[in-house]
């Protein structure tokens, strides 16, 4: 986990474009646009973002989300979701680990990371909705499933603000942990 805040959006500008793996959980309605596939976004949704995915996120008004930025390790067998799905009555319960893992993760990035991966395993299990169609393979829960513990991951958060109170990006966070790059 590289990051996790409450993000808010909408005020400023209706359009935002990002490029990361992420996980978000919904308090707002929008649209959510990967290429050519558009899902909606309402309250109780979840979203799973693969890595290097540019995403394009519209916004009707001030729109409020929990989110998670992850960096990926190798390891462990792919799972299948959808991108987006509804949480319905487990929205409840995953915002609760999330919370627990923005609160968290300033002074303890480890037990923040230890909710994240509850919540990526609880949204494993979440009921398909019918006509959702069969998903996509996700690398994010593959990686989940290749340890019962997270990597370790020294996370050095660089405060810019007002910006840091609505959700650091990505680039105001510097991140190093065993294989890979720093994505930041």
Known sequence: MVDAGIGVHG????????????????????V????????????????LVPPDTEVHFHYRGRSEHV??????????TARTVPVMQDAAVGS????????????????SPAPATAEVWAALWRITELP??????PGRPHPLLAAAQAS???????????????????????????????EGTDRG
């Not at 474009?17 to 308090?27: A, I, M, Q």
């Not at 959510?32 to 979203?47: A, D, F, N």
């Not at 398909?128 to 169609?133: Q, V």
């Open 11 to 30: 005020v400023s500008t209706a359009h935002d474009v990002f490029r990361l793996p992420d996980l978000h959980l919904y308090h707002y309605e929008g």
């Open 32 to 47: 959510l646009s990967l290429g050519r596939s558009v899902h909606p976004i309402r309250p109780g949704h979840v979203s």
């Open 67 to 76: 989110y998670v930025h992850l960096r990926l390790y190798g390891g462990g």
């Open 92 to 107: 409840t319960f995953l915002a609760g680990l999330l919370r627990n893992a923005v609160t968290a993760m300033p002074t």
């Open 128 to 133: 398909r909705n019918e006509g959702a169609g």
């Open 148 to 178: 019962r513990t997270p990597p370790p991951a020294v996370v050095h958060p660089v405060h810019h603000g007002r910006r840091r109170e609505l959700g650091a990006s990505p680039r105001d966070v510097r991140a190093t942990g065993r």
